[in-house]
């Protein structure tokens, strides 16, 4: 795999406060790459700077081998789908639509495009339905449909099955599975769920107190990790 972001020396603070300090990080193109840590170690942080939501106190970041320029262009490549999306009083349909409208994309594609992100997400035949009347985990993967109907290149997930019982947790872990081996999708995924990453995860960094400790694949950091403090957390030890 091809790098897609390569990240060096970046560090993030509010105020006084750092959040982030000298992360290095290579993310390949078409991965599924799994940042786990405890709450409050900067995961989100992470993700929102990807997106380009935020913009580093230091460092530098690469994004397809160039240096950053027209953000908003690039922002067009990737989706950003949060723990709690918002949800639209409108019909499924609308709501999963609405970044197509606002590209203004014609109305055949958009509905051969709200169709099929509808189909992988489970929810055919609910396009009429009113966004807000959908169970949580309807709602979420609705979320994830507005996240993948325009092609991200990109796909940034926090915490996308927190508040989900176990069936929608599978349903969208089949789903992550499903974006990436079809439509090629590079997903970055922020969770402390240590069981769902061994079982979606081609790569995992983890990152505690703002410090990314360890990157390597999936079966290296679950059977052999480098640092003690990675042992820890993944045996489920409090770490910070």
């Not at 590209?103 to 509808?118: M, S």
Request: net charge neutral; hydrophobic share 40%.
């Amino acid at each position: 795999m091809d790098e897609l972001f390569r990240i060096k020396d970046l560090c993030m603070a509010f105020g006084e406060k750092g959040v982030l300090e000298n992360i290095d990080l290579t993310i390949r193109r078409g991965e599924i790459l799994a940042i786990i840590g405890p709450s409050g170690s900067g995961k989100t942080t992470l993700l929102r700077i990807l997106n380009f939501f935020e913009k580093p106190t230091c460092g530098s970041l690469k994004f397809d081998g160039m240096d950053i320029g027209e953000i908003n262009d690039i922002r067009r490549r990737m989706s950003l789908l949060f723990q709690t999306p918002a949800i639209f009083n409108a019909s499924v349909f609308d709501n999963v639509a609405y970044g197509l409208k606002v590209r203004g994309i014609d109305k055949k594609t958009i509905g051969k495009k709200v169709g099929d992100a509808l189909s992988i997400v489970g929810l055919s035949g609910l396009e009429k339905q009113k966004a807000r009347t959908l169970s949580g985990g309807e709602a979420q993967r609705m979320a994830f449909a507005r996240a993948i109907v325009y092609d991200p290149e990109i796909l940034l997930l926090d915490e996308p099955t927190a508040s989900l019982d176990p069936a929608n947790v599978a349903k969208i872990e089949e789903i992550i599975r499903r974006v990436r081996d079809e439509r090629g999708t590079t997903i970055i995924i922020a969770t402390h769920n240590i069981p769902q990453v061994r079982r979606i995860a081609d790569r995992v960094g983890i990152l505690l107190d703002g410090v990314l400790i360890e990157v390597n694949d999936k079966e290296k950091i679950f059977t052999a990790p480098q640092d003690a403090r990675s042992a820890a957390f993944i045996k489920g030890e409090m770490v910070y």
